[in-house]
Nanobody, 127 residues
Framework: QVQLVESGGELVQAGGSLRLSCTAS????????VGWFRQFVGKERDFVAT????????HYGDSVNGRFIISKDKATNTVYLQMNNLKTEDTAVYYC????????????????????WGQGTRVTVSS
């Protein structure tokens, strides 16, 4: 069973930056679309960003577009989420997952189309 591992979440001040990492010991990310999702307290898991297997096609949720950047490093088999200009409303637990092979492109904003979730990493943005 493949399980991804998220790390990098911290307490950060509004306006600051943070980089999250997603790794997998038994998975090569260049063969998968990987997504970052976040879960707010009392809410469902919401779409943040995805990156395709080549690392050249990315998509972002409206609330983070222009502030966050998803990328991958093939050498270290790591998918990153660079978060800039953080806002208090970015406070959440952030998760990464890989897309199901059967997922259509139009479905890649739906967390149900991803698996391999780790335990998440908590990001808290203070005002």
């Amino acid at each position: 069973q493949v399980q991804l591992v998220e790390s990098g979440g911290e307490l950060v001040q509004a306006g600051g930056s943070l980089r999250l990492s997603c790794t997998a010991s038994t998975l090569t990310f260049d063969a998968w679309t990987v997504g970052w999702f976040r879960q707010f307290v009392g809410k469902e898991r919401d779409f943040v960003a995805t990156i395709d297997r080549t690392g050249t096609r990315t998509h972002y949720g409206d609330s983070v577009n222009g502030r966050f950047i998803i990328s991958k490093d093939k050498a270290t088999n790591t998918v990153y989420l660079q978060m800039n200009n953080l806002k208090t409303e970015d406070t959440a637990v952030y998760y990464c997952g890989k897309a199901h092979p059967f997922a259509a492109a139009a479905e890649l904003r739906n967390p149900a189309m991803f698996d391999g979730w780790g335990q998440g990493t908590r990001v808290t943005v203070s005002s």
